[in-house]
Protein backbone atom coordinates (compact mmCIF):
# COMPACT_ATOMS: atom_id res chain seq x y z
CA UNK A 1 0.00 0.00 0.00
CA UNK A 2 2.49 2.58 0.69
CA UNK A 3 4.66 1.61 -2.10
CA UNK A 4 1.62 2.88 -5.00
CA UNK A 5 0.90 5.42 -2.56
CA UNK A 6 4.57 6.57 -3.15
CA UNK A 7 4.13 5.79 -7.01
CA UNK A 8 1.19 7.92 -7.05
CA UNK A 9 2.54 10.77 -5.38
CA UNK A 10 5.85 10.81 -8.13
CA UNK A 11 3.05 10.13 -11.14
CA UNK A 12 1.22 13.55 -9.55
CA UNK A 13 5.03 15.81 -9.59
CA UNK A 14 5.54 14.29 -12.72
CA UNK A 15 2.15 15.73 -14.41
CA UNK A 16 2.45 18.61 -13.06
CA UNK A 17 3.55 21.37 -15.51
CA UNK A 18 6.40 22.97 -13.51
CA UNK A 19 8.30 19.64 -13.29
CA UNK A 20 7.74 18.43 -16.92
CA UNK A 21 8.47 21.35 -18.11
CA UNK A 22 12.23 21.06 -16.40
CA UNK A 23 12.21 17.45 -18.03
CA UNK A 24 15.13 17.13 -20.46
CA UNK A 25 14.11 14.03 -22.42
CA UNK A 26 11.05 14.99 -24.70
CA UNK A 27 10.41 10.98 -24.49
CA UNK A 28 9.86 10.51 -20.89
CA UNK A 29 7.22 13.65 -21.00
CA UNK A 30 5.36 12.01 -23.12
CA UNK A 31 5.32 8.96 -22.06
CA UNK A 32 4.67 9.49 -18.31
CA UNK A 33 2.04 12.00 -19.76
CA UNK A 34 0.16 9.41 -21.94
CA UNK A 35 0.83 6.18 -20.45
CA UNK A 36 -0.78 7.53 -16.95
CA UNK A 37 -4.23 7.11 -18.49
CA UNK A 38 -4.43 5.15 -21.68
CA UNK A 39 -3.86 1.80 -22.62
CA UNK A 40 -4.63 1.27 -25.87
CA UNK A 41 -8.09 3.11 -27.82
CA UNK A 42 -8.59 1.33 -30.93
CA UNK A 43 -7.14 -1.45 -33.63
CA UNK A 44 -6.62 -0.73 -37.38
CA UNK A 45 -9.73 -1.64 -40.00
CA UNK A 46 -7.24 -1.49 -42.75
CA UNK A 47 -4.71 -4.06 -44.24
CA UNK A 48 -2.95 -4.91 -46.86
CA UNK A 49 -2.49 -1.55 -48.29
CA UNK A 50 1.21 -1.12 -48.37
CA UNK A 51 4.21 -3.57 -48.65
CA UNK A 52 6.44 -1.89 -46.80
CA UNK A 53 7.03 -3.66 -43.39
CA UNK A 54 7.59 -1.84 -40.76
CA UNK A 55 7.29 -4.36 -37.26
CA UNK A 56 6.06 -6.81 -35.31
CA UNK A 57 3.37 -6.51 -32.58
CA UNK A 58 2.05 -9.20 -30.63
CA UNK A 59 -0.94 -10.76 -31.30
CA UNK A 60 -4.38 -9.35 -29.90
CA UNK A 61 -7.69 -10.78 -30.19
CA UNK A 62 -10.02 -9.71 -32.65
CA UNK A 63 -7.01 -10.01 -35.14
CA UNK A 64 -6.80 -11.49 -38.48
CA UNK A 65 -4.82 -14.24 -38.94
CA UNK A 66 -3.51 -12.99 -41.96
CA UNK A 67 -0.62 -11.40 -41.03
CA UNK A 68 0.53 -13.71 -38.46
CA UNK A 69 4.19 -14.74 -38.88
CA UNK A 70 3.95 -18.18 -38.97
CA UNK A 71 7.92 -18.48 -38.95
CA UNK A 72 8.57 -16.75 -35.92
CA UNK A 73 5.62 -18.78 -34.63
CA UNK A 74 7.59 -21.82 -35.33
CA UNK A 75 10.03 -20.08 -33.07
CA UNK A 76 9.05 -18.78 -30.17
CA UNK A 77 5.69 -20.58 -29.99
CA UNK A 78 4.25 -17.13 -30.03
CA UNK A 79 2.20 -15.34 -32.82
CA UNK A 80 3.07 -11.68 -33.87
CA UNK A 81 2.09 -9.90 -36.28
CA UNK A 82 3.02 -8.42 -39.09
CA UNK A 83 2.64 -4.17 -39.27
CA UNK A 84 2.81 -2.41 -42.58
CA UNK A 85 3.59 1.18 -43.00
CA UNK A 86 0.32 2.13 -44.13
CA UNK A 87 -2.26 -0.08 -41.50
CA UNK A 88 -3.25 2.77 -39.52
CA UNK A 89 -6.66 3.94 -38.13
CA UNK A 90 -5.65 7.63 -39.52
CA UNK A 91 -2.57 9.50 -40.43
CA UNK A 92 -2.19 12.60 -38.39
CA UNK A 93 -0.70 15.40 -38.92
CA UNK A 94 0.74 18.13 -35.53
CA UNK A 95 1.57 21.79 -36.84
CA UNK A 96 2.88 23.56 -33.81
CA UNK A 97 3.35 27.11 -34.19
CA UNK A 98 6.81 28.39 -32.90
CA UNK A 99 6.40 32.09 -33.49
CA UNK A 100 7.71 34.92 -31.22
CA UNK A 101 4.42 35.21 -29.22
CA UNK A 102 4.49 31.89 -28.38
CA UNK A 103 7.91 32.06 -25.80
CA UNK A 104 5.31 34.29 -23.41
CA UNK A 105 5.16 33.10 -19.94
CA UNK A 106 3.47 35.23 -17.60
CA UNK A 107 5.93 34.09 -14.70
CA UNK A 108 8.61 36.12 -16.56
CA UNK A 109 6.72 39.47 -15.65
CA UNK A 110 6.32 38.65 -11.94
CA UNK A 111 3.24 36.86 -11.64
CA UNK A 112 2.39 35.24 -8.79
CA UNK A 113 2.01 31.91 -10.52
CA UNK A 114 5.63 31.03 -10.38
CA UNK A 115 4.99 27.21 -11.45
CA UNK A 116 4.25 28.70 -15.46
CA UNK A 117 5.23 27.39 -18.63
CA UNK A 118 5.74 29.55 -21.51
CA UNK A 119 2.91 28.45 -24.42
CA UNK A 120 5.48 26.90 -27.07
CA UNK A 121 6.70 24.42 -23.98
CA UNK A 122 3.18 24.03 -23.46
CA UNK A 123 2.40 23.39 -27.02
CA UNK A 124 5.06 21.31 -27.29
CA UNK A 125 4.01 18.76 -24.12
CA UNK A 126 0.95 18.34 -26.15
CA UNK A 127 2.24 18.11 -29.67
CA UNK A 128 5.17 15.21 -27.62
CA UNK A 129 1.87 13.53 -25.94
CA UNK A 130 -0.34 13.19 -29.04
CA UNK A 131 2.37 11.46 -31.52
CA UNK A 132 3.59 9.25 -28.69
CA UNK A 133 -0.19 8.36 -28.38
CA UNK A 134 -0.74 7.93 -32.80
CA UNK A 135 2.42 6.10 -32.80
CA UNK A 136 1.81 3.75 -30.13
CA UNK A 137 -1.55 2.65 -31.70
CA UNK A 138 0.02 2.02 -34.54
CA UNK A 139 -1.62 4.88 -36.40
CA UNK A 140 1.09 7.16 -38.43
CA UNK A 141 1.95 10.80 -37.20
CA UNK A 142 3.70 14.09 -39.01
CA UNK A 143 4.54 17.29 -37.46
CA UNK A 144 4.79 20.78 -38.57
CA UNK A 145 6.59 23.57 -36.87
CA UNK A 146 5.95 26.55 -38.35
CA UNK A 147 6.33 30.31 -37.25
CA UNK A 148 6.47 32.69 -40.07
CA UNK A 149 6.93 29.83 -42.78
CA UNK A 150 6.96 26.35 -42.30
CA UNK A 151 10.23 25.69 -40.69
CA UNK A 152 9.85 21.78 -39.96
CA UNK A 153 7.83 19.11 -41.55
CA UNK A 154 8.42 15.61 -41.09
CA UNK A 155 6.11 12.83 -43.03
CA UNK A 156 3.81 10.03 -41.53
CA UNK A 157 5.24 7.46 -40.00
CA UNK A 158 3.92 4.53 -37.73
CA UNK A 159 6.81 3.40 -36.40
CA UNK A 160 8.31 3.21 -33.14
CA UNK A 161 11.99 4.66 -34.55
CA UNK A 162 10.17 7.99 -36.17
CA UNK A 163 8.40 8.95 -32.92
CA UNK A 164 12.37 9.59 -31.87
CA UNK A 165 12.64 12.13 -35.23
CA UNK A 166 9.46 13.82 -34.13
CA UNK A 167 10.48 14.05 -30.42
CA UNK A 168 13.89 15.07 -30.78
CA UNK A 169 12.12 17.72 -33.08
CA UNK A 170 10.41 19.17 -30.42
CA UNK A 171 13.28 19.08 -27.49
CA UNK A 172 14.85 21.62 -30.02
CA UNK A 173 12.15 23.96 -30.67
CA UNK A 174 12.62 27.60 -29.71
CA UNK A 175 10.42 30.73 -30.19
CA UNK A 176 11.22 32.37 -33.32
CA UNK A 177 10.04 35.60 -36.05
CA UNK A 178 6.80 36.76 -36.35
CA UNK A 179 3.52 34.95 -37.32
CA UNK A 180 1.72 33.87 -40.62
CA UNK A 181 -0.29 30.98 -39.69
CA UNK A 182 -2.33 30.90 -43.31
CA UNK A 183 0.01 30.39 -45.55
CA UNK A 184 0.81 27.18 -43.44
CA UNK A 185 -2.32 25.43 -43.55
CA UNK A 186 -2.85 26.23 -46.96
CA UNK A 187 0.04 24.91 -47.92
CA UNK A 188 -0.01 22.04 -45.57
CA UNK A 189 -3.47 21.27 -46.95
CA UNK A 190 -2.78 20.98 -50.42
CA UNK A 191 0.42 18.24 -49.94
CA UNK A 192 -2.32 15.95 -48.09
CA UNK A 193 -3.43 13.83 -49.90
CA UNK A 194 -5.72 11.39 -48.28
CA UNK A 195 -8.11 12.51 -45.25
CA UNK A 196 -6.76 12.44 -42.00
CA UNK A 197 -6.78 14.21 -38.61
CA UNK A 198 -5.05 17.76 -38.50
CA UNK A 199 -4.35 19.42 -35.29
CA UNK A 200 -3.49 22.80 -35.09
CA UNK A 201 -1.57 23.61 -31.76
CA UNK A 202 -1.31 27.61 -31.99
CA UNK A 203 -1.79 30.86 -29.59
CA UNK A 204 -3.52 32.17 -33.04
CA UNK A 205 -2.33 35.56 -32.86
CA UNK A 206 -2.90 36.74 -36.22
CA UNK A 207 -5.66 37.91 -38.52
CA UNK A 208 -8.91 35.68 -37.49
CA UNK A 209 -10.11 35.21 -40.87
CA UNK A 210 -7.01 34.26 -42.76
CA UNK A 211 -6.77 31.53 -39.69
CA UNK A 212 -10.53 30.41 -40.37
CA UNK A 213 -9.74 30.44 -43.71
CA UNK A 214 -6.72 28.09 -43.48
CA UNK A 215 -8.67 25.83 -41.09
CA UNK A 216 -11.64 25.46 -43.14
CA UNK A 217 -9.30 24.68 -46.37
CA UNK A 218 -8.56 21.58 -44.46
CA UNK A 219 -12.55 20.73 -43.75
CA UNK A 220 -12.89 21.36 -47.83
CA UNK A 221 -10.67 18.51 -48.31
CA UNK A 222 -12.86 16.38 -45.85
CA UNK A 223 -10.14 16.65 -43.21
CA UNK A 224 -11.13 16.59 -39.54
CA UNK A 225 -9.64 19.37 -37.39
CA UNK A 226 -8.69 20.13 -33.84
CA UNK A 227 -7.20 23.11 -32.68
CA UNK A 228 -5.53 23.91 -29.17
CA UNK A 229 -5.92 27.47 -28.58
CA UNK A 230 -3.06 28.14 -26.02
CA UNK A 231 -2.77 31.10 -24.19
CA UNK A 232 -1.40 32.19 -20.96
CA UNK A 233 -3.72 33.36 -18.45
CA UNK A 234 -2.86 36.62 -17.70
CA UNK A 235 -3.41 37.09 -22.04
CA UNK A 236 -7.01 36.83 -20.78
CA UNK A 237 -7.68 38.72 -18.09
CA UNK A 238 -4.39 41.09 -18.36
CA UNK A 239 -4.15 41.03 -14.43
CA UNK A 240 -1.15 42.73 -13.72
CA UNK A 241 -0.50 45.21 -11.19
CA UNK A 242 0.61 48.99 -11.35
CA UNK A 243 2.15 50.46 -14.65
CA UNK A 244 3.42 47.84 -17.28
CA UNK A 245 5.27 48.04 -20.05
CA UNK A 246 4.55 45.74 -23.12
CA UNK A 247 6.46 44.66 -25.69
CA UNK A 248 5.68 42.85 -28.54
CA UNK A 249 8.00 39.72 -28.56
CA UNK A 250 7.50 39.55 -32.48
CA UNK A 251 8.13 43.13 -33.28
CA UNK A 252 9.79 44.29 -29.99
CA UNK A 253 7.51 47.17 -29.57
CA UNK A 254 7.19 48.60 -26.61
CA UNK A 255 3.98 50.48 -24.71
CA UNK A 256 3.32 51.92 -21.44
CA UNK A 257 0.28 51.24 -19.61
CA UNK A 258 -1.82 50.95 -16.42
CA UNK A 259 -3.90 48.01 -16.87
CA UNK A 260 -6.60 49.12 -14.45
CA UNK A 261 -7.76 51.20 -17.40
CA UNK A 262 -7.79 48.92 -20.20
CA UNK A 263 -8.68 45.76 -18.29
CA UNK A 264 -12.73 45.59 -19.08
CA UNK A 265 -12.03 46.64 -23.06
CA UNK A 266 -9.38 44.62 -23.45
CA UNK A 267 -11.60 41.08 -21.75
CA UNK A 268 -14.37 42.22 -23.82
CA UNK A 269 -12.26 42.67 -27.10
CA UNK A 270 -10.20 39.26 -26.15
CA UNK A 271 -13.86 37.47 -25.07
CA UNK A 272 -15.41 38.47 -28.62
CA UNK A 273 -12.20 36.98 -30.19
CA UNK A 274 -12.15 34.08 -28.57
CA UNK A 275 -15.97 33.78 -29.59
CA UNK A 276 -15.68 34.64 -33.03
CA UNK A 277 -13.19 31.63 -33.81
CA UNK A 278 -15.27 28.99 -31.48
CA UNK A 279 -18.78 30.35 -33.40
CA UNK A 280 -17.02 30.02 -36.76
CA UNK A 281 -14.92 26.28 -35.93
CA UNK A 282 -18.47 25.00 -34.51
CA UNK A 283 -20.26 26.38 -38.09
CA UNK A 284 -17.48 24.21 -39.81
CA UNK A 285 -17.40 21.23 -37.59
CA UNK A 286 -13.86 22.33 -36.44
CA UNK A 287 -13.69 21.01 -32.33
CA UNK A 288 -11.60 24.42 -31.13
CA UNK A 289 -10.16 24.01 -27.63
CA UNK A 290 -9.13 26.81 -25.40
CA UNK A 291 -6.70 25.82 -22.88
CA UNK A 292 -4.32 27.96 -20.43
CA UNK A 293 -0.96 27.31 -19.43
CA UNK A 294 -2.08 26.85 -15.94
CA UNK A 295 -3.89 24.04 -16.88
CA UNK A 296 -2.78 20.50 -16.76
CA UNK A 297 -2.11 19.77 -20.22
CA UNK A 298 -3.20 15.98 -19.25
CA UNK A 299 -6.95 17.33 -19.39
CA UNK A 300 -6.42 18.56 -22.30
CA UNK A 301 -5.14 15.26 -23.93
CA UNK A 302 -8.01 13.43 -21.68
CA UNK A 303 -10.70 15.87 -23.87
CA UNK A 304 -9.23 14.32 -26.93
CA UNK A 305 -9.21 10.91 -26.18
CA UNK A 306 -13.16 11.50 -25.21
CA UNK A 307 -13.57 12.85 -28.64
CA UNK A 308 -12.01 10.00 -30.39
CA UNK A 309 -14.17 7.87 -28.18
CA UNK A 310 -17.64 9.76 -29.48
CA UNK A 311 -16.45 9.25 -32.94
CA UNK A 312 -16.30 5.65 -32.30
Not at 217 to 244: G, T
Not at 289 to 311: C, E, G, H, S, W
Request: proline share 3%; charged share 30%.
Amino acid sequence: MRVRAKKNQAMSRFLDPSVVSRLANMELKARLIVEGFIAGMHKSPYHGFSVEFAEYRQYMQGDSIRNVDWKVYGKTDRYYMKVYEEETNLKATILLDKSGSMGYSSADDGSTNDSAINKLNYGSLIAASLSYLMVRQQDAAGLGIFDEELQTLLPHRSMRKHLFFLLGELERVRAGAGTKISPTLHYIAERLKRRGLVILISDLMDTPEDVLMGLKHFRHRQHEVIVFHVLDPRELDLDFRDEVEFEDLETTRKLRAEPAFLKNEYKKNVQAWIKHLDRTCKMHQIDYNLLTTDQPFDQALIAYLNKRVRMG
